[in-house]
């Protein structure tokens, strides 16, 4: 049997980063994942580079490109139209997540981590055994176990998945055509990234979204504004609705709803189920080894993410929390360097959010009505990108960089961000919430003009009571 120092199990953007994290302090390191690629091959990067994270952004940019062109080409001189061929965008997508999967590879190869393909799973505390897909068994003697296996689309009973008319997210980034009429079920993150790209492409895009309110998790002014914008843009977003049941018919499906008392239907082409995901824990053999979940399968864990067997850990979506990319590899390195003695536990509330949309959104930290209901004294500021010149001269003024700091020392609590490279802008802030700095640091850094950026500074300047350019 083979002796390890650590043995992960999942290959994504979690397991990979641990495993590279545990060789390079100088643990000898196996990392074991199923995931195989469309043509069979084993693969690497999980559900965020194969079917989530990677080919969703990049048909996010192909389908803003077409966008652009074609409805902002004249205000820049660019006259005529552009044509799509969405199996050519299909065929990039496909080559920018082969390019970076083959590079994960490269990387466990260069940091001497033995990648395992097949299935992992607990048979002791010290045991991992590896499944290949003919049903070799191969055990794995170890002093350390990761568990980073990642999570699943969540379904809903009434709308089984056959990827023909009922799609789940992986399946919904695989169209070959723009369906004349699309439903999205569900008004999350993936539900509106994926709105957003078949809506570009030609689709009538009806959002079908359970809740009331919408996006709950961000800010009430975000969220509002978001809402007015994106129905703006052509989605149809109906806020309140439960879905009870599909049919499908000379290919059509039927949807059957209820909006308050209302009973409704629609019929359309194609349906994408994007109602969150779920930890994927089935198959671990947990109890084999002692680790505890809870009763919907997430792995508990301690801060520095041991679950309740010493030297078993857990991270990323099989774990409580925000389920993102970024998160889990954070929690990777965490693990890798705990192993060597550090104490340093990620701090949660200082993960960034995004979401891909169109004007995008970002932010970190606590929402302003989740401070107000605590009972914290804050001061708010808020700078509209209309007011930036970088932005006039790019054509996108939607939306605006806002700034919570705490009233009695100006400590910077969340900064909240809906606007053209929120996803880039967001760093800033992450970044100065991690040092500890006020709204007055950021105010008095020199942000290059003309820049996006300034719109933070202008923020900055806003919380204290004194913005110059609003």
């Not at 799509?84 to 999967?101: A, F, G, Y």
């Not at 809906?418 to 006020?438: Q, R, W």
Request: hydrophobic share 40%; with cysteine; charged share 25%.
């Amino acid at each position: 049997m083979s002796e390890y120092d650590l043995v992960v199990i999942g290959g994504g953007p979690g397991g990979y980063v641990a495993a590279i994290k545990a060789a390079q302090m100088g643990l000898k390191t196996a990392c074991i994942d199923k995931q195989t690629a469309a043509d069979g091959s084993p693969v690497l990067g999980g559900t965020c580079l194969n079917v989530g994270c990677i080919p969703s952004k990049a048909l996010l940019d192909s389908s803003h490109q077409y966008e652009f062109f074609n409805k902002e080409g004249k205000k820049h001189g660019l006259v005529g139209s552009v044509k799509i061929d969405i199996s050519q965008m299909q065929k990039r997508k496909e080559t920018v997540v082969k390019n970076l999967t083959q590079g994960i590879s490269g990387l466990l190869k260069k940091n001497n981590v033995e990648w395992l393909h097949g299935f992992g799973s607990l048979k002791s505390k010290n045991v991992v055994q590896c499944t290949s897909e003919k049903g070799l068994i191969k055990n794995l003697s170890t002093k350390n176990i990761l568990l980073a296996s990642g999570s699943l689309p969540s379904r809903i009973q009434s709308l089984p998945i056959d990827n023909e008319y009922i799609f789940d997210s992986s399946g919904a980034l695989e169209f070959k055509s723009a369906p004349k009429e699309l439903c999205i079920i569900g008004a999350g993150v993936i539900g509106l990234e994926l709105g957003s790209v078949w809506r570009r492409l030609g689709s009538n895009v009806t959002v079908l979204e359970a809740q009331t309110s919408f996006l709950d998790t961000a800010d009430k002014d975000v969220s509002a504004e978001a809402l007015k914008l994106f129905k703006k843009q052509g989605l149809k977003i109906e806020l309140g609705t439960l879905v009870t049941e599909a049919k499908i018919a000379k290919e059509k499906v039927t949807i059957s709803y209820k909006k308050g008392v209302e009973r409704l239907e629609s019929s359309f082409d194609k349906v994408v189920v994007a109602v969150g995901r779920s930890p994927y824990t089935e198959g671990l053999n947990l109890d084999e080894a002692g680790v505890k979940s809870d009763d919907k399968g997430f792995i508990l864990v301690n801060e520095f993410n041991e679950t309740s067997t010493k030297g078993i850990f857990a991270i990323g979506d099989c774990t409580l929390g925000p389920m993102l990319a970024h998160k889990a590899s954070e929690e990777g390195i965490l693990v890798a360097e705990h192993m060597a003695g550090a104490k340093a536990p990620v701090e949660i509330t200082h993960v960034p959010w995004i979401i891909y949309t169109w004007p995008e959104i970002a932010w970190v930290g606590p929402s302003e009505q989740f401070l107000r209901n605590t009972k914290k004294e804050i001061n708010v500021g808020k700078f509209p990108f209309r007011a930036s010149g970088r932005s006039h001269a790019r054509g996108e003024t939607e939306g605006f960089v806002k700034i919570i700091a705490e009233k009695n020392n100006d400590q910077i609590l969340a900064v909240h961000i809906l606007g053209s490279n929120a996803s880039e802008l967001i760093s800033e802030a992450v970044t100065a919430m991690e040092f500890g700095a006020t709204s007055e640091d950021v105010a008095r850094i020199i942000h290059g003009h003309p820049t996006l950026s300034e719109s933070m500074h202008e923020a900055a300047l806003a919380t204290l009571g004194n913005a110059i350019h609003y």
